[in-house]
């Protein structure tokens, strides 16, 4: 998922601008931008990604019971509180997209975890759950949810089709996705501003980050920055806290770097992005970059672990479900982080952990055993051949 967001957001922005450069800013180096891209992504892969102890893995399948259909009715029940939540005052804070993204995400892995074959009617589900996301909740910004929210529903059903089809699948949809993103992009933005540019061409929000970055690093060796150190990360942190709670809470580095590269928009609610690369050079200069290796290294393992030890979960509660569900939040959303840096994937990732955290609380804890009858504790089939194995 790293090395997708670094495909989308470097490799591809970079071949882009080699054709053409529509984006008309500051001297940028460019070279030096991919080259950091690369070479860091490669000394994290062989320094924390490789190798891996389990290359090849089978996921733990379990028998339909009560823990997935809860799983499935939470799903369904947290996309249609998405769906109303769009018109209150919390869809400003992200929970309308947060309750949605997490009930689909649940729902998929409730879906997909259960044994047996998987009937077309289950897919039809999760598609018809995307498509009332798209035209209820999403409200054409931030176009990057969409290609997160199908990515976590692929590696929820990856396990379910063999080999690399679901990978290459992934990959296939990439150019016609985007085509069609970027065409919506310019349709809603020309109803915004009936005078928009001819040139358009709603690339833009993917290419600029990288662009910005490779501005980041001119800039920087031009000694023209005034490094903000921890500040950026702090926002971050504090993210979930609510402006009328907080007043004077510090904005995110997509507002920073807004300040500092168009300071004529300040007060109109504008923002950048510049990569979460560009976050590290705009925090420490050079060296953070270094910091950023290890950092992302040491996340990018965590989650991979993580997901590994889901996968070999034999019973399922309703909690390891939300577990699995918010792991894939998190690792789908590393493409939020790749674009726009810690505190865009703070600001959109928070709504629909909390999400999770609020179905578990309202609807989960009472039953936390594994399968069985409700009232009864019902051993699965692991269980009972582990326990026949004993002397």
Same mark, same amino acid.
């Given at each position: ?101 997490? *009930? #689909?995400?649940?729902? $998929?892995?409730?879906?997909? +975890?259960? @044994? %047996? =074959?998987?009937?077309? /009617?289950?897919? !039809? &589900? ?23 929210? *199908? #990515?976590?529903?692929? $590696?929820?059903?990856?396990? +379910?089709? @063999? %080999? =690399?089809?679901?990978? /290459?699948?992934? !990959? &296939? ?45 001119? &800039? ?172």
């Amino acid at each position: 998922m790293y090395m997708v967001a670094s495909g989308l957001f470097v490799y591809f922005p970079a071949i882009y601008l080699f054709f053409d450069d529509p984006i008309i800013h500051g001297p940028a180096d460019f070279v030096a931008a991919v080259n950091i891209a690369y070479w860091s992504q490669l000394v994290m892969y062989y320094l924390f990604w490789e190798p891996r102890q389990n290359l090849v893995v089978d996921v733990v399948e379990v028998e339909r019971g009560p823990s997935t259909n809860w799983g499935m009715w939470a799903g369904a029940l947290l996309v249609c509180l998405g769906v109303l939540l769009v018109r209150t005052p919390l869809s400003s804070y992200g929970f309308d997209d947060g309750a949605a993204f997490a *009930g #689909i995400t649940l729902l $998929a892995v409730s879906s997909f +975890r259960r @044994k %047996g =074959r998987i009937t077309l /009617l289950a897919y !039809l &589900l999760i598609a018809g759950a995307f498509l009332v996301y798209l035209q209820f909740v999403f409200a054409g910004f931030g176009r990057l949810q969409i290609g997160a929210l *199908g #990515i976590a529903i692929a $590696a929820a059903v990856a396990h +379910r089709w @063999k %080999g =690399r089809s679901v990978k /290459l699948a992934l !990959l &296939l949809a990439f150019p016609p996705v985007l085509s069609y993103l970027a065409a919506s992009r310019v349709a809603f933005s020309g109803s915004l501003n009936p005078n928009q540019s001819a040139s358009v061409t709603g690339l833009e929000s993917a290419i600029g980050p990288f662009v910005r970055f490779a501005e980041l690093l001119h &800039l920087e060796v031009d000694g023209r920055i005034d490094h903000t150190w921890f500040h950026t990360f702090f926002a971050a942190a504090v993210a979930m806290v609510p402006r009328q709670v907080w007043p004077t809470k510090p904005v995110g580095f997509g507002a920073e770097l807004a300040d500092f590269f168009r300071p004529d928009l300040i007060g109109r609610g504008h923002s950048e992005a510049a990569l979460f690369h560009g976050e590290w050079v705009f925090s420490f200069g050079l060296m953070g970059l270094l910091a950023m290796v290890v950092a992302v290294g040491f996340l990018v393992r965590w989650l991979d672990s993580a997901a590994l030890a889901s996968s070999r979960i034999s019973g399922l509660t309703r909690l390891d479900l939300l577990k699995i569900a918010a792991l894939l939040i998190l690792a789908a959303s590393i493409t939020d982080l790749i674009w726009g840096g810690a505190f865009t994937y703070v600001s959109r990732v928070g709504p629909r952990l909390i999400c999770l955290f609020a179905a578990f609380l309202f609807f989960g804890w009472r039953l936390p055993r594994r399968e069985g009858l409700p009232g009864k504790i019902r051993l699965n089939e692991t269980d009972r051949l582990l326990r026949s194995s004993r002397p």
